[in-house]
């Protein structure tokens, strides 16, 4: 009954930012925990960062940590990863993910995660 669509992706130069968005449609996501996560080709989906229901809580990869900020606006039913300084390693496709969990607790699983947007692709050229 949750549907989320990522978009922001592109291909920028190392250094450059990016917002991603990540919008929900059918059920406003004002109690689910929000997480995105990434994936290289031939690697795990990987852990990025990660938001509680209220906005109050956020937690990072240390691969990102101080260049990435998510955040969230309820009433818009959208999650946003800014991205600074990005790196060639940043190349990936990246999802959104959320849970009704809420509880904060093993965020960093893509099984707690009952919902997945389709993914939208950055690019960092060297």
């Known amino acids: ?3 989320l669509v990522e978009s922001g992706g592109g291909l920028v130069q190392a250094g450059d ?3 991603l968005s990540c919008r929900a449609s059918g059920r406003t996501f004002s109690n689910y925990d929000m ?3 990434r ?4 690697q795990e989906r990987a852990f990025v960062a990660a938001i509680n229901w209220s906005g109050g809580n956020t937690v990072y990869a240390e691969s990102v940590k101080g ?4 955040s969230r606006d309820n009433a818009k039913n959208t999650v946003y990863l800014q991205m600074d300084s990005l790196k060639p390693e940043d190349t990936a496709v ?3 993910a959320a849970t009704s969990t809420a509880n904060f607790v093993n965020y960093y699983s ?3 995660y009952e919902y997945w947007g389709q993914g939208t692709q950055v ?4």
């Open 94 to 96: 990246y999802y959104c």
């Open 1 to 3: 009954q949750v549907q």
């Open 123 to 126: 690019t960092v050229s060297s």
């Open 17 to 19: 930012s990016l917002r």
């Open 39 to 42: 994936q290289a080709p031939g």
């Open 67 to 70: 260049r990435f900020t998510i």
């Open 110 to 112: 893509t099984y707690v």
């Open 35 to 37: 997480g995105w996560f």
